[in-house]
């Protein structure tokens, strides 16, 4: 079967291997998920936080050893979702695209809040009358600059996002070993112990890694790059490893030097030091007055991430567009600069007036992000596990490209397997003996609503699937350059 000429392509070798490479990077974010998603860490596992990290890297890790055997044969905009349709088919597919396109337009949702009471709270520092609600015309000016940022184009965007990771690296890795060297005789290999400053040992850890996982997230975000990127059987799985072990790097050495300086017995209440801005403290602790970098970069860290973020989704939503999974209006590229504006549009429109909205809704944007950050963990938790058993499922289906038997079968069998706990910890359910601390307060509205997501695309896959059946086989649709039009047949039961 073939596609029709006239579908709307992407730009082909718009970006080279370093802008791919960092548009997962900036997407892990390492300042902003230090900063915000593993202090939520350190409140379950104390100073065993630096072991959550480890088995995070390990997990994640195999994941991403998993999407990039995927992607040197499946490189496409859809990414993941694509992953799956050829594996399990399209109907699995179309709820894995469903899962993840929310997780990414949720980013700014659960950022721009926080970025808008960073911005406050040090404006509150010279400033004395600054009104409690200024967080929110902060957050709508962030998601305009990044909204702005996104149409400019893949080149430009990507490009400005590896040069604000690298930035965020060199600060956030300079403090850490400034604090370890402070530290002195208190550096300590007990941080690798589950039972180092929590009561609850590695039942803690394993809830802990709810949020350390949410770290990590965003590791595959340059697989829907596959039709943009130079060479993207290359670019797109060094890319995927590379985002995984640079962040973990960061994450081990911060998560080390932080636990050390102020001391194990210190980290469950870590997130709430300094006013709840507790890596600012360290900043002033390190490095003084110049310790106000540290803000300055975690500013720039939500930006990069919201901006990686944006593309990943847009690309995605387009890719649904395009093949007839969601309204072709989505599928409508800017001409000149190659960028599918109109899910650009949907994704910042909706990011920015349900961050400032909810803001106020429920609490403030801190609530907000407890509630995002645990949806949107789940949501990749529950695409990577398919994402694992489409690779094993695809190799069985095309043998001739199944390569390392290693690499296709054993590793994305362990994925699913150490996924299984963490999805389990995410919903507080006990496994193997293990009294899982339950997620608590207003995060445990995540998980509802990360289930509600889901079963709002399984309702919505099923009615496809008898109105448009044509629509759902499309889903299987690689768009390559040289091969533009063609579409693989949907992969049936043996």
């Not at 060479?231 to 636990?259: E, F, K, Q």
């Not at 999805?423 to 608590?440: D, K, M, N, W, Y």
Request: charged residues 10%; proline residues 5%.
């Amino acid at each position: 079967m073939v596609a029709a000429k006239t579908a709307p392509e992407l730009r082909h070798n718009a970006v080279g291997l370093g802008p791919v490479i960092f548009q997962s990077l900036t997407v892990v974010a390492p300042a902003a998920g230090v900063a915000t998603a593993l202090p939520l860490a350190t409140s379950y596992a104390g100073g065993a936080t630096v072991l959550a990290i480890i088995f995070a890297i390990v997990v994640t890790g195999l994941m991403a050893i998993t999407i990039s055997q995927l992607a040197r044969h499946l490189p496409s905009s859809g990414g993941l979702y694509t992953y799956v349709a050829h594996g399990l088919g399209p109907q699995a597919g179309f709820i894995v695209g469903w899962g993840v396109i929310g997780a990414y337009a949720s980013t700014g949702t659960y950022f721009w809040g926080y970025f808008g009471i960073l911005c406050r709270d040090e404006l509150s520092t010279v400033w004395s009358g600054t009104p409690s609600w200024l967080w929110a015309p902060i957050a709508v000016i962030s998601g305009l600059l990044v909204w702005f940022l996104l149409e400019r184009g893949i080149s430009v965007s990507a490009r400005v996002g590896a040069a604000m990771g690298m930035f965020e690296i060199a600060v956030i890795v300079g403090l850490a070993l400034t604090l370890i060297v402070k530290a002195g005789h208190h550096n300590t290999a007990d941080v690798f112990s589950p039972h180092t400053g929590n009561p609850h040992g590695l039942s803690a850890v394993f809830t802990a890694m709810v949020y350390t996982i949410l770290a990590f997230i965003g590791f595959e975000a340059a697989a829907p790059l596959g039709e943009e990127a130079r060479n993207p059987r290359r670019a797109v799985p060094i890319a995927v490893l590379t985002s995984v072990a640079v962040g973990g790097v960061v994450y081990v050495v911060a998560y080390y030097a932080a636990t050390v300086f102020i001391g194990p017995s210190h980290m469950l209440d870590f997130i709430n030091s300094n006013g709840g801005n507790p890596w600012g403290g360290l900043g002033t602790a390190g490095w003084g007055a110049a310790g106000i970098l540290i803000i300055l970069v975690l500013l720039n860290s939500l930006l990069a991430c919201a901006n990686g973020a944006g593309n990943s989704g847009s690309r995605m939503l387009f890719s649904l567009g395009r093949v007839g999974g969601l309204p072709s209006s989505f599928a409508n590229i800017d001409r000149k600069r190659g960028t599918p504006y109109f899910a650009i549009r949907v994704i910042s429109v909706s990011g920015i007036i349900i961050a400032v909205g909810l803001g106020f809704i429920i609490g403030g944007p801190l609530n907000v992000f407890a509630v995002y950050a645990t949806a949107i963990t789940i949501l990749f938790v529950v695409g990577y596990m398919l994402v694992a058993v489409s690779c094993i499922r695809y190799s069985i289906r095309e043998p001739e490209k199944s390569g390392n038997f290693l690499l296709r079968y054993v590793v994305p069998a362990c994925a699913f397997l150490v996924f299984v706990p963490v999805l389990l910890a995410s919903l507080g359910i006990p496994f193997l003996g293990l009294a899982i601390a339950p997620i608590t307060g207003v995060g445990r509205a995540g998980i509802w609503l990360a289930v509600a997501w889901l079963a709002l695309g399984c309702i919505y896959a099923a009615w496809l699937t008898k109105v448009q059946p044509e629509a759902m086989r499309r889903i299987t649709t690689v768009f390559e350059k040289d091969q533009p039009a063609t579409e693989r047949q949907p992969l049936q039961d043996p």
